[in-house]
């Protein structure tokens, strides 16, 4: 069993940055790939980036590509997501999930709570 939390959301003006974390608990984090979601208000939960279990590998979806970086520490059980030159379309709730390596939500076993980000024009 893993238990991720995220944190570092918030709001920010467009053309700004953040850092999401993921801070995971439990099972060894190491040995799991990485995804980073995201969930605007009335749609469905979409793919933003995933990370292998090295870090070796990374995807990102074709409206982040550029702009967004994965990463990860594995010595400190936790995933980053850095975000620069936001959108207002980038607003929604982040989550990152644990267990695959996809674009497919279905495929991840753990998931975050999540954590909204609100970029304003």
């Known amino acids: 069993q893993v238990q991720l939390v995220e944190s570092g959301g918030g709001s920010v003006q467009a053309g700004g940055s953040l850092r999401l974390s993921c801070a995971a608990s439990?099972?060894?984090?190491?040995?799991?790939?990485v995804g980073w979601f995201r969930q605007a208000p009335g749609k469905e939960r979409g793919f933003v980036a995933f990370?292998?279990?090295?870090?070796?590998?990374?995807r990102y979806a074709d409206s982040v590509k550029g702009r967004y970086t994965i990463s990860r520490d594995n010595a400190k059980n936790t995933v980053y997501l850095q975000m620069n030159t936001l959108k207002p379309e980038d607003t929604a709730v982040y989550y990152c999930?644990?267990?695959?390596?996809?674009?497919?939500?279905?495929?991840?076993?753990?998931w975050g709570q999540g954590t909204q980000v609100t970029v304003s024009s």
């Open positions: 990370i292998t279990l090295s870090g070796g590998a990374t």
């Open positions: 999930a644990a267990g695959a390596f996809s674009t497919t939500p279905e495929k991840y076993n753990y």
């Open positions: 439990g099972r060894t984090f190491s040995s799991y790939g």
